[in-house]
């Protein structure tokens, strides 16, 4: 079986003339169309869980740009969810979860074979997607890291420095280690039904992977997506996965070898001629463009979009921001973006 699909060809290690291209949040705020099916949903929870709307949204910017790849449209923090957190949003301020600081936090959570219930909608829009994303667009799932998740789920909102997660973890490890095993079990359960519904790729999201360091590097970022990865690949061997440890840094270099991750995806705080020759000689990259381009445009986006297509062009690449879009993002940039990019061959 030869995979045809652009995006599943870079994952396979093939380097191509263009990259194939897709960008993180490419469903959100900046796109007037996302605003009014949000509006019809009522809020943003209500819309992940309502299959018909988030098929709708996943397949704006597709229908918009004929992006290569489609995102699941959902949201890293439904796990916690699906284990009996609370979740809520503040408009302008971001998402709430009631705290897990202790034993008794931990055991009021639900075992990992009851996430589906909750989650199922989810499911449902995988399958949507499936049967109506173009023939030559790849559906990708996603879930957040454990450690990411925990962040979330320790603080009961975001922050700036992960500073109670690291209290948690260096103060009581046994419970910290605990909650990251249930993530780790839950998650690989999580995107194994992803897959089973349909998607091609999936995506783990470590976006706060960057404050681990030295031996917390290795045992909360690496060797969870060690685990998650091993077990994915002896479920479903033939479905990719990009690995996302967002400001790795050094870190970056051998992460792929060391996970079993077909791609990593990279923020745009390591340059691509660095990463060109320290991450990419394992294998397929994914990035970087600041995705402060796409609200300020004109010459500085051609010209970096350039620079890292022509940094990546000697081997797999999949061309993407270095982080999510922003709601002040100007939807005519990321055109100029897909154009520059596509432009060059
Ligand atoms: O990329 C996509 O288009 C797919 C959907 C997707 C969303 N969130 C939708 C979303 C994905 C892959 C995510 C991942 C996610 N969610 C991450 C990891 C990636 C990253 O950005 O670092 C994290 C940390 C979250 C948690 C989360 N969700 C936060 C902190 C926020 C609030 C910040 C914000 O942008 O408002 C969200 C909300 C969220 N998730 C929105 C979207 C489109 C905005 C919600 C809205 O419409 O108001």
């Known amino acids: 079986m030869t995979a045809q699909k652009t995006i599943l060809r870079a994952l396979a290690g093939e380097t191509q003339p263009t990259p194939p291209i897709w960008m993180m949040r490419q469903a959100g705020r900046y796109l007037p169309e996302y605003k009014a099916t949000r509006a019809e949903a009522g809020d943003f929870l209500s819309l992940c869980y309502n299959s018909d709307l988030a098929t709708e949204v996943t397949l704006q910017p597709i229908r918009r740009y004929g992006f290569d790849a489609a995102i699941l449209f959902a949201d890293i923090l439904l796990l916690p969810q699906a284990l009996g957190a609370d979740l809520w949003f503040v408009t302008g301020e971001g998402p709430r979860l009631s705290t897990i600081t202790d034993q008794a936090g931990l055991d009021a959570l639900r075992p990992v074979d009851e996430i589906h219930e909750t989650l199922n909608p989810i499911y449902q829009t995988v399958r949507n997607l499936s ?19 925990a962040t979330y789920m320790i603080a009961g909102q975001g922050t700036k420095d992960q500073g109670p997660a690291h209290a948690l973890k260096d103060e009581n490890p046994a419970v910290f280690d605990a909650l990251m095993e249930r993530l780790t079990e839950g998650t690989i359960e999580y995107l194994s039904k992803q897959i089973e519904a349909g998607a091609e790729v999936v995506k783990l999201f470590d976006s706060w992977a960057g404050s681990l360091k030295g031996a917390d590097f290795d045992r909360y970022a690496i060797e969870p997506a060690r685990r998650i990865i091993a077990e994915l690949k002896s479920r479903h061997p033939a479905t990719p996965i990009i690995a996302f440890p967002r400001e790795a840094g050094e870190k970056y270099i051998g992460f792929a070898r060391a996970t079993g991750a077909d791609c990593v995806a990279l923020d745009n705080s390591v340059s691509p001629d660095w990463a060109a020759a320290h991450v990419q000689v394992d294998g397929c990259v994914q990035g970087n463009l600041a995705s402060s381009h796409m609200v300020t445009g004109g010459e500085g986006l051609v010209r970096e979009t350039r620079k890292i297509v022509e940094a990546f062009a000697n081997g797999p690449h999949i061309f993407n921001l270095g982080h999510g879009i922003t ?15 596509r432009a060059q061959r």
């Open 131 to 149: 049967k109506a994303l173009p023939q030559e667009t790849t559906l990708i799932g996603f879930a957040g890291m454990p450690w990411t998740v």
């Open 327 to 341: 709601p002040d993002a100007d939807p005519d940039n990321v055109q100029l973006m897909i154009d520059t990019v």
